[in-house]
């Protein structure tokens, strides 16, 4: 799984033909004479913004023994993203185009300016390039893109979230989760909101320290009334067992979450390897949703 690069988004069983779609005749890449590589291959049918932005690195953190963070200040007050969409990255020097997921909501753009992505270590030259040569005052050009995303608007039903990430996937879901809990709050202020359902967030990864963002999501669980965030491990069990579950997501632990949820209206949206999405898309048929109340986003 290489990480960064997005493979397929849609709802499962839906056909290609019903997403909108929207592109530019002069892209970056082809301006600039960058080759068509993975990430762009695998996106060409995406959605993609026409807004290109210049971003300076002004933060870079390790949020992980594998995952560094770094915070972008976009230049272009014309850039915008919905929660669960990711960006093309052009990196100069650099042919490949890469690709990653915010983890921030769309709300921290429109109040600072500012994105943040999170992205595991690989030899992947995009995800390298962060690790080893990223510093604070670095330039890229950004795009945003992507038709996975959350983005109720004023006078839609509510509806209950069901999020389940895995590993780095939680990236796309974390912005949802986040963008969620926001708009609670902006409905608390203004009845006319948007009003969300109860969000629940699945998010399993193999070690207790490669669970990303907790402090943030458990903060922000603990307080918004209808939010909940179940943590699994898979490959060693977490320091405390009232920190996260040791083992893998299964029927009986999605049928509950179904069940504590309303099942008629009720989204669920899930970001990880695609053995994961194959295997939890089928476990949620079994607890009774229906195929299209089922989102993924699938990462080599």
Known sequence: MSM????????LGLRWSHMSRLSTTVTPETAIGVPVDKHLKVT????????????????????????????????????????????????PGMEIVGGFSMFSPPDQLAQDGTIDLGIKFSRWPPA??????????????????GDFHYA?????????????????????????????????LQHQECEEEYKP???????????????????????TAASTPGVEVQY??????????????YGHISQEVLQKAVNSLNTSKLKSFICGPPPMIESINQL?????????QIFYEKWW
């Open 4 to 11: 960064g690069v997005r493979v397929l988004t849609r709802p």
């Open 152 to 184: 109720p608007e004023a006078g839609d039903d509510p509806y209950d979230l069901l999020l389940i990430g895995g590993g780095v996937g939680v990236n796309p879901l974390t912005s949802m989760f986040l963008h969620a809990t926001s708009l609670y």
């Open 44 to 91: 060409a049918s995406s959605t993609r913004l026409p807004v290109v932005s210049q971003a300076e690195v002004i933060r870079a953190r390790q949020e992980s023994p594998t995952v560094r963070c770094i915070t972008l200040k976009l230049h272009n007050p014309a850039f915008s993203f919905k929660a669960g969409q990711w960006v093309d990255m052009f990196i």
């Open 232 to 245: 699994f491990t898979t490959r060693e069990p977490p320091p405390d067992p009232t920190l996260a579950t």
């Open 128 to 145: 390298f390039w962060v690790h080893d040569q990223c510093r604070i005052g670095n330039m890229v050009s950004l795009r945003a893109g």
């Open 284 to 292: 949620l048929l079994q607890s009774g949703l229906t195929q299209d």
């Open 197 to 219: 359902g109860r969000i629940l967030l699945l998010y399993s990864a193999r070690t207790y320290q490669e669970l990303l963002y907790k402090n943030q999501m458990n903060d």
